[in-house]
């Protein structure tokens, strides 16, 4: 006897594997996996009397989302953080430490004080520390930029974290000094990770704020992330994923520092199960656009500078070797043309070991790519993880620094057309991990402050492209398609009913639409307004008792029942 469904969902327009599912309106999940798909009229015996069943009222259903590169460590922690982002002066970034240092304690406040999101690409006045020690006293400030590959720290929290005069640069980072050689309280790159115990001190626990944030990104629709954090984040993360009722899928990628203890453990890539899975080895190629530490391959716009190269590219070929020969994927940071072509050639050079990875190697960015080097991602079997609110937010950067060849700009459409496979992120903290903002981005490339305004719009990507990049993309590159990221029978019970049809809504309102229900493993882990669980199980027996009567009469009517 087929077993009744734990959940039904009808009156839906089922999407999945890059399209509508036709002849389709109703979904059956038992076990947390997806039972059957199909006509109501089809499903209609798997309908017990303790199935919990939604109605769509037309509007689609999709896989679960992905967040294919996200920082939720740093996202929990940043929802408590001082919000900076929006400043327009530095005088106005000056004014909300002001006052958070007020409400906080004042300068005697014990824990240093970390806020987050400004940027100064448009402040008449650079940020330094000794604007920040007017308004901060002897208490350790950290602010970090919208990108975060700068820190603004005062004079406090320098000398707490032993930065002075003669500290060197240390590789991959810069400490920005005046004429004089002292430091002036910008730390560039890795130069910001001399602070790191001053921002675990600051930060605390985080067990609690994940949980929160977990409930956020429900809320959203999103069920599984690739994080991209050090060990003390796995530790949270996989707590979070234990269990029989999981809070989330994991993909959790390592950090270049942990190339080394891996590979004496044996580690590989892909290992662990379908809620926690080791990803790849993260590598940082360059910096980013708004640092202008983006490695180009010609200078940006009006000058000579070309970015920075956080590893070289001798040495990022000997670590990414490294790495593939011990059965680890790289993920590799890559946002300018220079860094992108560095990245390929090192993973060129292990062109015949890729096959033999668990999991596909990837460039993470790919802001700007060279147009010789668009068909290598394909050739060579590499993902591009891009996040397209990076598009959008920063079209005015782009068009100032890099105007003569934003053709070649988050080219998703160009990496598509060549073969490449494709996978959607937010870059949380940097942007907001709400997909729906995701999804208006690709299909429009507009600010929704500036409609008509459209960065390279040949590059644009219709819904069915974007809703696969969040969806089958990052599956694949988790190793879990087809069981997590489609809506067959037998794949995991992982999937969002939106509250419109997304195919009917204008592109530039996509951005509001937003989940009516989450499931994860076929339990509902988000509601809209949430309901009582009892009545609402009540109210579809009710359904059914009613619908059954209804059948029974009519079958009366018609001599069928007589019997």
Same mark, same amino acid.
């Given at each position: 006897?087929?077993?009744?469904?734990?959940?039904?969902?009808?009156?839906?327009?089922?999407?999945?594997?890059?399209?509508?599912?036709?002849?389709?309106?109703?979904?059956?999940?038992?076990?947390?996996?997806?039972?059957?798909?199909?006509?109501? $009229?089809?499903?209609?015996?798997?309908?017990?009397?303790?199935?919990?069943?939604?109605?769509?009222?037309?509007?689609?259903?999709?896989?679960?989302?992905?967040?294919?590169?996200?920082?939720?460590?740093?996202?929990?922690?940043?929802?408590?953080?001082?919000?900076?982002?929006?400043?327009?002066?530095?005088?106005?970034?000056?004014?909300?430490?002001?006052?958070?240092?007020?409400?906080?304690?004042?300068?005697?406040?014990? %824990?240093?004080?970390?806020?987050?999101?400004?940027?100064?690409?448009?402040?008449?006045?650079?940020?330094?520390? %000794?604007?920040?020690?007017?308004?901060?006293?002897?208490?350790?400030?950290?602010?970090?930029?919208?990108?975060?590959?700068?820190?603004?720290?005062?004079?406090?929290?320098?000398?707490?974290?032993?930065?002075?005069?003669?500290?060197?640069?240390?590789? !991959?980072?810069?400490?920005?000094?005046?004429?004089?050689?002292?430091?002036?309280?910008?730390?560039?790159?890795?130069?910001?990770?001399?602070?790191?115990?001053?921002?675990?001190? @600051?930060?605390?626990?985080?067990?609690?704020?994940?949980? !929160?944030?977990?409930?956020?990104?429900?809320?959203?629709?999103? &069920?599984?992330?690739?994080?991209?954090?050090?060990?003390?984040?796995?530790?949270?993360?996989?707590?979070? &994923?234990?269990?029989?009722?999981?809070?989330?899928?994991?993909?959790?990628?390592?950090?270049?520092?942990?190339?080394?203890?891996?590979?004496?453990?044996?580690?590989?890539?892909?290992?662990?199960?379908?809620?926690?899975?080791?990803?790849?080895?993260?590598?940082?190629?360059?910096?980013?656009?708004?640092?202008?530490?983006?490695?180009?391959?010609?200078?940006?716009?009006?000058?000579?500078?070309?970015?920075?190269?956080?590893?070289?590219?001798?040495?990022?070929?000997?670590?990414?070797?490294?790495?593939?020969? @011990?059965?680890?994927?790289?993920?590799?940071?890559?946002?300018?043309?220079?860094?992108?072509?560095?990245?390929?050639d090192a993973l060129e050079a292990v062109r015949?070991?890729?096959?033999?990875?668990?999991?596909?190697?990837?460039?993470?960015?790919?802001?700007?790519?060279?147009?010789?080097?668009?068909?290598?991602?394909?050739?060579?079997?590499?993902?591009? $993880?891009?996040?397209?609110?990076?598009?959008?937010?920063?079209?005015?950067?782009?068009?100032?620094?890099?105007? &003569?060849?934003?053709?070649?700009?988050?080219?998703?459409?160009?990496?598509?057309?060549?073969?490449?496979?494709?996978?959607? #992120?937010?870059?949380?903290?940097?942007?907001?991990?709400?997909?729906?903002?995701?999804?208006?981005?690709?299909v429009t490339r507009e600010r929704p402050s500036?409609?008509?305004?459209?960065?390279v719009p040949e590059q644009r990507l219709s819904?069915?492209?974007?809703?696969?990049?969040?969806?089958? *993309?990052?599956?694949?590159? @988790?190793?879990?398609?087809?069981?997590?990221?489609?809506?067959?029978?037998?794949?995991?019970?992982?999937?969002?009913?939106?509250?419109?049809?997304?195919?009917?809504?204008?592109?530039?309102?996509? #951005?509001?639409?937003?989940?009516?229900?989450?499931?994860?493993?076929?339990?509902?882990?988000?509601?809209?307004?949430?309901?009582?669980? $009892?009545?609402?199980? @009540?109210?579809?027996?009710?359904?059914?008792?009613?619908?059954?009567?209804?059948?029974?009469?009519?079958?009366?009517?018609?001599?069928? *029942?007589?019997?």
């Amino acid at each position: 006897m087929t077993p009744r469904a734990d959940l039904v969902v009808g009156n839906a327009r089922l999407w999945s594997s890059g399209g509508p599912i036709g002849g389709a309106d109703t979904l059956a999940v038992s076990g947390g996996r997806v039972q059957a798909v199909g006509p109501r $009229s089809r499903l209609e015996a798997l309908v017990g009397a303790d199935t919990l069943e939604l109605d769509a009222r037309g509007a689609t259903v999709t896989p679960g989302l992905a967040d294919a590169h996200v920082h939720l460590t740093h996202w929990a922690r940043a929802l408590h953080e001082l919000d900076l982002s929006g400043a327009s002066s530095r005088a106005e970034a000056l004014e909300r430490v002001r006052l958070r240092i007020q409400q906080s304690g004042g300068e005697a406040a014990a %824990a240093p004080l970390v806020g987050r999101g400004w940027d100064a690409n448009a402040w008449a006045e650079a940020p330094d520390r %000794a604007s920040l020690d007017l308004v901060t006293g002897k208490r350790p400030v950290l602010l970090h930029s919208r990108d975060f590959h700068t820190v603004w720290a005062n004079s406090a929290a320098l000398e707490r974290a032993g930065i002075g005069r003669d500290t060197a640069d240390p590789p !991959g980072g810069r400490i920005e000094r005046d004429a004089a050689g002292e430091p002036i309280g910008i730390l560039r790159e890795h130069a910001s990770r001399l602070c790191a115990s001053l921002e675990a001190e @600051a930060a605390g626990s985080d067990l609690e704020r994940l949980r !929160g944030a977990v409930r956020r990104l429900h809320a959203f629709g999103v &069920t599984s992330v690739h994080d991209f954090e050090g060990a003390e984040a796995q530790r949270a993360l996989r707590a979070l &994923t234990r269990g029989p009722e999981p809070l989330l899928r994991v993909l959790m990628h390592l950090p270049h520092a942990g190339l080394e203890h891996a590979r004496s453990l044996g580690l590989e890539s892909g290992t662990g199960d379908d809620t926690f899975r080791l990803g790849a080895v993260k590598l940082f190629a360059d910096g980013t656009l708004g640092s202008r530490t983006a490695a180009l391959l010609e200078p940006y716009d009006g000058t000579a500078d070309r970015g920075m190269e956080l590893i070289s590219p001798e040495e990022l070929r000997a670590t990414v070797s490294l790495a593939v020969k @011990a059965g680890l994927s790289v993920a590799v940071h890559a946002i300018g043309d220079r860094a992108v072509r560095s990245a390929l050639d090192a993973l060129e050079a292990v062109r015949g070991r890729i096959a033999s990875l668990a999991l596909p190697p990837r460039l993470e960015h790919v802001q700007l790519a060279a147009q010789d080097d668009l068909p290598r991602f394909a050739a060579l079997g590499v993902a591009a $993880s891009m996040q397209p609110f990076h598009c959008v937010s920063d079209m005015e950067l782009a068009r100032r620094h890099w105007g &003569t060849r934003t053709g070649r700009a988050y080219a998703w459409r160009s990496l598509l057309d060549r073969g490449a496979l494709l996978a959607f #992120g937010s870059d949380a903290p940097v942007e907001s991990p709400n997909p729906a903002e995701g999804l208006a981005a690709a299909v429009t490339r507009e600010r929704p402050s500036r409609p008509g305004d459209a960065f390279v719009p040949e590059q644009r990507l219709s819904l069915d492209q974007a809703l696969a990049a969040y969806t089958e *993309g990052p599956a694949r590159l @988790a190793g879990w398609w087809p069981s997590v990221g489609s809506l067959a029978a037998g794949a995991a019970a992982d999937f969002v009913v939106w509250n419109a049809d997304l195919h009917r809504l204008p592109p530039a309102e996509l #951005g509001q639409a937003h989940p009516l229900y989450t499931v994860l493993c076929g339990r509902v882990v988000h509601e809209r307004g949430a309901r009582d669980r $009892s009545a609402e199980r @009540a109210g579809s027996a009710e359904r059914r008792a009613g619908a059954l009567q209804g059948r029974a009469a009519a079958a009366l009517v018609s001599g069928r *029942g007589s019997r």
